[in-house]
Nanobody
Framework: QVQLVESGGGLVQAGGSLRLSCAAS????????MGWFRQAPGKEREFVAA????????VYEDSVKDRITISRANSMNTVYLQMNSLKPEDTAVYYC?????????????????WGQGTQVTVSS
């Protein structure tokens, strides 16, 4: 069982930046893909970005791919989400997920472990 703890959320003005972190423990972090998802009030959890076990392959949701970068430090058991040029529509709770696969397959069902989430609020 893996434990995930997100941090780095907060209130930022439109156009600003935030860097989210997700610290993992409980299993071999470097073997598995990781992902970031977000959930706005009244909406379903949606995919934001994912990274494979090695950090060499990344996937992004189309609306964020020019503004957001996912990365990982396997030596630190941590995955990051750098978010730039933030927009009010990016406001959501951001969740870190750990996949059961070494790569992102495109399915949220691969992610069985989740953190508690970190709130990102972007003001206009």
């Amino acid at each position: 069982q893996v434990q995930l703890v997100e941090s780095g959320g907060g209130l930022v003005q439109a156009g600003g930046s935030l860097r989210l972190s997700c610290a993992a423990s409980g299993r071999t972090f470097s073997r598995y893909a990781m992902g970031w998802f977000r959930q706005a009030p009244g909406k379903e959890r949606e995919f934001v970005a994912a990274i494979d076990w090695s950090g060499t392959m990344t996937v992004y949701e189309d609306s964020v791919k020019d503004r957001i970068t996912i990365s990982r430090a396997n030596s630190m058991n941590t995955v990051y989400l750098q978010m730039n040029s933030l927009k009010p529509e990016d406001t959501a709770v951001y969740y870190c997920g750990s996949s059961s696969r070494s790569y992102y397959s495109g399915s949220i069902s691969d992610f069985a472990s989740w953190g508690q989430g970190t709130q990102v609020t972007v003001s206009s």
